[in-house]
């Protein structure tokens, strides 16, 4: 893969603008780097280029929680021009313990998924991915179902208790937190990036030959902004702790490096879920084999549920989505 254009979501601090140091610095010839508002973005970019003394970088202003924030980003890259080689959707947020929806009416933790929809099918519409384009969206080891104080819900039991078994409908129910979930946030975050999962194995059926999606935990990189909205004993105490206990954690640049390493990865494992073996938090990331996230039923419902939520119908030809 030529290592000409790439494009990082949530650059203005932690993991995404570490992922976009770290790609200058490995000969990538420009990265555009977005986060939430225009002055954030343009701080960034400044701070980026004098660590790195190269103009190789480009701000956006991008707000996955709006869908209008997405259709004006897009189209700035658009006016732009030439493809990206590389897409790393790396913005995202755990949640708190109270319950907090987008003005969309997205659960909070659910959102950037959504607008990652958007994004990466607003730029295949529009012709603006490589051949050989790599996308990565950040995954993490709650999925697996193996880490304390993370459950996630039981899709099937969920679904035969409210929605006769109709999985698109419980899962757009999660997504949009509606009354009949019974909110969590550990379960919130976990149920969130299981939907990741799904949402690469799901895509990746529907690609064009040659380029390829996964899902890659930068696994526990407490140094980020991440654990802002945790609760007080998960924030004050076990994230804390974890910063001194062999393996359970690393350096922000490590984490970020897990995004950069899936840019060497071939189409025969698009679709996975790379993270740490199970029971770790870091570690070399692998493929993960759990049953549940390789539930095709499953993955079928979470791309229906996202089309429905986001908008954005990305069925039958891929290459003619819209934004």
Known sequence: MKKNLALVTGTTSGLGYSAAKQLVQDGWSHVIVTGRSQPGVDEAVNRLKAETGTQNFTGIALDLDSSASVKKAVAEIVKRGGPLNFLILNAGMM??????????????????????????????????????????????????????????TDLAAFAAKEYKGDRVSAIEAILRSSPNVKYKNSTA?????????????????????????????????????????????????????????????????????????????????????????????????????HPHLHDRASQDALWQAVVKVSGIDGGGSIGKASI
Request: glycine share 10%.
């Open 95 to 152: 949640p708190g313990k109270e319950r907090v929806v987008t003005s969309e009416n997205i659960e909070a933790s659910q959102a950037p998924l959504i607008g990652h929809h958007q994004l990466t099918m607003g730029l295949l519409g529009a012709g603006l991915l490589a051949p050989d384009a790599r996308i990565v969206i950040a995954g993490a080891e709650p999925a697996r179902g193996d880490v304390p104080m993370f459950k996630f």
């Open 189 to 289: 975050y976990s149920d969130a990036k299981i939907f990741v999962a799904w949402w690469v194995a799901a895509l990746a059926r529907k690609l064009p030959a040659g380029m390829a999606v996964y899902a890659v935990s930068p696994g526990a990189a407490p140094e980020t902004k991440a654990p802002r909205n945790l609760g007080f004993m998960m924030k004050n105490v076990f994230v804390r702790l974890s910063k001194f206990i062999p393996g359970m954690s690393h350096s922000v640049d490590e984490g970020a490096r897990n995004y950069l390493r899936a840019s060497e990865f071939g189409v025969d494992v698009s679709g996975k879920f790379f993270c740490s073996a199970p029971k770790k938090m870091t570690g070399p990331i692998e493929i993960m084999r």
